[in-house]
C-alpha cells in the first residue's frame, strides 16, 4: 500500500516558481523528497521547531500572490 501525499507551488510566486523547477529537474521528483526528507531526519532536522519564513511579497501586477481583498 503506498499514500500519495501532493506538494503544491504557486505559479505566481517567482520564489515558488524557482522552487518547481529545481524539484522537477532532478527527474525523479518522489525519490528527490524522500532523499530530502531522508536527510533532516539524519541531521536530527525538525521543521516544527524551524523558525518561521518571512512573508514576502513580489511587487508586480499581482503583489497579493493570489489573495483576494475584501
Known amino acids: 500500500m503506498r499514500k ?12 515558488e516558481i524557482e522552487l518547481y523547477k529545481h524539484a522537477i529537474s532532478n ?4 525519490k528527490y523528497m524522500k ?5 533532516d531526519m539524519e ?4 521543521t516544527k521547531n ?3 519564513q518571512a512573508n ?4 508586480g501586477k499581482n503583489a497579493f500572490n493570489g489573495f483576494k481583498l475584501g
Open 4 to 15: 500519495v501525499q501532493p506538494v503544491s507551488f504557486s505559479l505566481s510566486d517567482p520564489f
Open 27 to 30: 527527474g525523479a521528483f518522489s
Open 35 to 39: 532523499r530530502l526528507i531522508q536527510r
Open 43 to 46: 541531521r536530527g532536522e525538525n
Open 50 to 52: 524551524a523558525p518561521p
Open 56 to 59: 514576502v511579497i513580489h511587487g
